[in-house]
């Protein structure tokens, strides 16, 4: 005979809320890893949002170096002997004819001479910023190397000094052709500078007591 059973209807309903319960708990699981999941990937986002605002500043600061450099480069370029006066601060002369001369020590540098004063820049109405950026070396007394080093500062050739504010490169130069020797302007890196604002010296050392070394220099400005 068939096995008849009768399931009260409290049973019934219990079956029905086990079965329920384990439903809702095991959504309850799976909705907290879901909650757990979408906590992660918020924390990811976070993350590269955060990379994102990196980047961004990293590409504003290679886009303004690229643009320094491209001022650089391609830019106005003025070029500067000596001013026959150098009594004020207007030291240099625009086209002028008459080179720098700068004289060593004994195996030492010598005095540092005025080549950019306050009153040489701005050249261009409007530009704030300069610096030396080369230098065409046209006659020196000595076949022997010669250091050059370039000194600015807002005071004094001494202050520039002890302030590490300078930059120098070494050259030897063929008296009897020094043009041809040097070859061409050489290229000097100093920091941009405030016009109106700071100086340039240049001195020399070599091992000859009084050895001189005859420049013409070139300059840049930029509006920022």
Same mark, same amino acid.
């Given at each position: ?40 990937? %918020?924390?990811?986002? =976070?993350?590269? /949002? @955060?990379?994102?605002? *990196?980047n961004a500043a990293q590409n504003v600061a290679i886009l303004a170096e690229t643009n ?21 601060n207007d030291w240099a002369l625009e086209h002028s004819l008459n080179p720098f001369r ?48 370039? %000194?600015?500062?807002? =005071?004094?050739? /001494? @202050?520039?000094?002890? *302030? ?58 930029y509006p920022e």
């Amino acid at each position: 005979m068939r096995d008849l059973r009768v399931i009260s209807v409290a049973d019934a309903l219990t079956d029905y809320d086990a079965a329920t319960g384990a439903e809702a708990t095991a959504l309850a699981t799976q909705n907290t890893g879901i909650i757990a999941q979408n906590a992660a990937i %918020i924390v990811q986002n =976070t993350a590269l /949002a @955060a990379q994102n605002v *990196a980047n961004a500043a990293q590409n504003v600061a290679i886009l303004a170096e690229t643009n320094e450099i491209e001022r650089h480069i391609h830019n106005h370029e003025h070029w500067f002997g000596i001013s026959g006066d150098q009594s004020g601060n207007d030291w240099a002369l625009e086209h002028s004819l008459n080179p720098f001369r700068a004289t060593s020590g004994n195996n030492d540098f010598g005095t540092a001479i005025k080549v950019i004063g306050t009153a040489d820049t701005p050249i261009t109405a409007g530009e704030v910023k300069f610096d030396l950026h080369r230098m065409f070396l046209v006659d020196a007394s000595e076949p022997t190397p010669f250091y050059v080093r370039v %000194i600015f500062h807002a =005071t004094s050739s /001494a @202050a520039g000094i002890s *302030a590490d504010s300078l930059s120098d490169f070494v050259i030897a130069v063929d008296p009897t052709n020094p043009q041809q020797s040097s070859g061409y302007p050489l290229e000097v890196k100093i920091p941009r500078l405030d016009v109106g604002v700071d100086k340039v010296w240049v001195d020399v050392k070599n091992a000859t007591n009084n050895a001189t070394l005859d420049f013409f220099i070139g300059v840049h400005e930029y509006p920022e």
